[in-house]
């Protein structure tokens, strides 16, 4: 069964910085590119960040640019988002989720909640 | 960047209706499109890829049109277990992923 499951979340101070990760099973990892998506209490989906396979491409949601950093180790099939300078608006459920016509597997989230 | 508008944002309908929600695209995206469901606490499950293809082990009453920019989404007899949320994603022109704002699906 292809599955993603994210880990490292937890509460923040403003300023303050998290690790998110998401290790994958099932499929190889390797071969796809990854995904990070956010939901706000009560909100949308919000696209945060994508990688590719090889980690040469990396982009960035406006939002979150020059703060959080996506990477990823095809060796231990795991995806990351190093997230720092954290801020209330960035309170959310982070997902990982698989780049294969549009973001086919998600993983079931991880909660950041950033307050003073 | 694309944007997605979604509608309605919520809707009520009745075991066994006949449910359509739409999403218009600012601009064309060809097919490029996905349905997803979103049930409270959960992640969203992936329903219909490639604006119409419906993806494995998902019920046959769920359906997906359209090209270019405008889409539907049809539960064609609504059950109690569809009751959830529901968004589009465009992923055409990416970076960025667009997602609609998302529709509240409601029995009534």
């Known amino acids: 069964e292809e599955q993603l499951v994210e880990s490292g979340g937890g509460p923040a101070k403003p300023g303050g910085s998290r690790r998110l990760s998401c290790a994958a099973s099932?499929?190889?990892?390797?071969?796809?590119?990854m995904n990070w998506v956010r939901q706000a209490p009560g909100k949308g989906l919000e696209w945060v960040s994508s990688?590719?396979?090889?980690?040469?491409?990396?982009y960035y949601a406006d939002s979150v640019k020059g703060r959080f950093t996506i990477s990823r180790d095809n060796a231990k099939n795991s995806l990351y988002l190093q997230m720092n300078s954290l801020r209330a608006e960035d309170t959310a459920v982070y997902y990982c989720a698989r780049d294969w016509h549009g973001l086919d597997v998600w993983g079931q989230g991880t909660t950041v909640t950033v307050s003073s | 960047d694309i944007q997605m508008t979604q509608s309605p944002s919520s809707l009520s309908a009745s075991v066994g209706d006949r449910v359509t929600i739409t999403c218009q695209a600012s601009?064309?995206?060809?097919?490029?499109l996905n349905w997803y469901q979103q049930k409270p606490g959960k992640a969203p499950k992936l329903l219909i890829y490639d604006a119409s293809n419906l993806e494995t082990g998902v019920p046959s009453r769920f359906s997906g049109r359209g090209s270019g920019t405008h889409f539907t989404f049809t539960i064609s007899s609504l059950q109690p277990e569809d009751i959830a949320t529901y968004y589009c994603l465009q992923y055409d022109s990416v970076p960025p992923y667009t997602f609609g704002l998302g529709t509240k699906l409601e029995l009534k």
């Open positions: 099932g499929f190889n990892f390797r071969n796809y590119a």
């Open positions: 601009q064309d995206i060809g097919k490029y």
């Open positions: 990688i590719s396979s090889g980690s040469s491409y990396v």
